[in-house]
């Protein structure tokens, strides 16, 4: 399949979702430079991790507004699948792909640690080779990772089992386990259409036993799963 | 005409910076004062020179890109300088 991954100034995590998908998974992947006009036709786009535009203004405000989006939110519109990671779930909120927006960090602390995330849908084309439960351990990395939506917008997630992710933490005592601060510990979320999805943690970050991926269910089934799709 | 966009969390909004304000203010013996919220200032000069139009031209650049409308509401103030 052919995956795009989308690349702003100061994005940083394009090589790693490369390695993953081409070098393990031997797919066709290619590095999209934001300017672009065109997102070469993938099947799946990736928008990756990082300091795009660094967080100048907030955390994608200005990937928002890159003319790429453009081409990303027609390709999501067709029902293409779609990923954000951090920083790119961070734009998808932002151009209004993916419900709620991302706070500061209730600890005030840059966050850079293991956390571990519970899949709670399984029919997204990023989760469908999970099985509801199943517990991720992978890296965050974020200032900005405190998830964010008003009563009514989170009552209208749940009821439509548009959360993905929520963030569990069996080490830590609760407050702990939840160090960003999310509402209802929210990791990752999925757009209506179920084709779109963001969350903070890094999955692609611990795709090989090397780097750690023994350590829970393996995050790689992320990518994995999106590999089971037809084209879009 | 030139104005002066104020971009301020939302009431109910956790401010994190705020907090931070709030307690380093604390520690140099300010210790009464209280509810510190940060916000954004962005000035900028626009060539609309009728007010009213100004006005909406800014608010809707506000909504496209000074804002984030989830998290934080906006104020507009004429500034001539």
Same mark, same amino acid.
């Given at each position: 399949?052919?995956?795009?991954?989308?690349?702003?100034?100061?994005?940083?995590?394009?090589?790693?979702?490369?390695?993953?998908?081409?070098?393990?998974?031997?797919?066709?992947?290619? @590095?999209?430079?934001?300017?672009?006009?065109?997102?070469? #036709?993938?099947?799946?786009?990736?928008?990756?991790?990082?300091?795009?535009?660094?967080?100048?203004?907030?955390?994608?405000?200005?990937?928002?507004?890159?003319?790429?989006?453009?081409?990303?939110?027609?390709?999501?519109?067709? =029902?293409?699948?779609?990923?954000?990671? @951090? #920083?790119?779930?961070?734009?998808?909120?932002?151009? =209004?792909?993916?419900? =709620?927006?991302?706070?500061?960090?209730?600890?005030?602390?840059?966050?850079?640690?293991?956390?571990?995330?519970?899949?709670?849908?399984?029919?997204?084309?990023?989760?469908?080779?999970?099985?509801?439960?199943?517990?991720?351990?992978?890296?965050?990395?974020?200032?900005?990772? #405190?998830?964010?939506?008003?009563?009514?917008?989170?009552?209208?997630?749940?009821?439509?089992?548009?959360?993905?992710?929520?963030?569990?933490?069996?080490?830590?005592?609760?407050?702990?386990?939840?160090? #960003?601060?999310?509402?209802?510990?929210?990791?990752?979320? @999925?757009?209506?259409?179920?084709?779109?999805?963001?969350?903070?943690?890094?999955?692609?970050?611990?795709?090989?036993?090397?780097?750690?991926?023994?350590?829970?269910?393996?995050?790689?089934?992320?990518?994995?799963?999106?590999?089971?799709?037809?084209?879009? | 005409?030139?104005?002066?966009?104020?971009?301020?969390?939302?009431?109910?909004?956790?401010?994190?910076?705020?907090?931070?304000?709030?307690?380093?203010?604390?520690?140099?013996?300010?210790?009464?004062?209280?509810?510190?919220?940060?916000?954004?200032?962005?000035?900028? %000069?626009?060539?609309?020179?009728?007010?009213?139009?100004?006005?909406?031209?800014?608010?809707?650049?506000?909504?496209?890109?000074?804002?984030? %409308?989830?998290?934080?509401?906006?104020?507009?103030?004429?500034?001539? %300088?």
């Amino acid at each position: 399949m052919k995956i795009s991954i989308i690349v702003f100034p100061g994005t940083n995590c394009e090589h790693d979702i490369e390695h993953t998908y081409g070098t393990l998974l031997k797919q066709d992947v290619k @590095c999209v430079w934001h300017r672009d006009s065109d997102i070469g #036709n993938p099947d799946i786009v990736i928008v990756p991790g990082g300091f795009s535009y660094g967080d100048y203004l907030r955390p994608g405000a200005l990937a928002r507004i890159s003319p790429i989006m453009d081409e990303v939110k027609s390709f999501a519109g067709k =029902g293409g699948p779609v990923l954000g990671i @951090c #920083n790119g779930f961070q734009i998808l909120c932002e151009v =209004g792909l993916l419900p =709620g927006a991302l706070l500061q960090n209730r600890t005030r602390r840059f966050l850079s640690r293991f956390m571990t995330i519970e899949v709670e849908q399984t029919d997204t084309p990023f989760t469908s080779n999970y099985k509801k439960g199943d517990l991720i351990t992978c890296p965050v990395a974020h200032f900005d990772g #405190n998830y964010f939506a008003d009563e009514d917008a989170i009552s209208r997630l749940d009821d439509a089992g548009q959360v993905v992710f929520r963030y569990r933490d069996a080490v830590l005592a609760s407050a702990e386990g939840n160090p #960003n601060g999310s509402v209802s510990k929210i990791a990752g979320v @999925c757009n209506q259409q179920r084709n779109v999805v963001g969350l903070m943690p890094h999955p692609e970050r611990v795709v090989q036993d090397i780097v750690g991926s023994g350590i829970s269910v393996s995050a790689l089934g992320v990518f994995q799963s999106s590999l089971q799709q037809g084209a879009a | 005409m030139r104005v002066r966009v104020l971009v301020r969390l939302k009431p109910g909004v956790l401010d994190v910076q705020g907090k931070a304000v709030e307690h380093g203010i604390a520690h140099i013996g300010f210790g009464d004062v209280s509810d510190v919220r940060v916000g954004k200032m962005i000035e900028l %000069t626009v060539p609309e020179e009728d007010e009213e139009k100004a006005r909406k031209s800014v608010a809707d650049l506000c909504e496209k890109l000074l804002a984030n %409308t989830v998290i934080e509401e906006y104020e507009i103030i004429r500034c001539d %300088t």
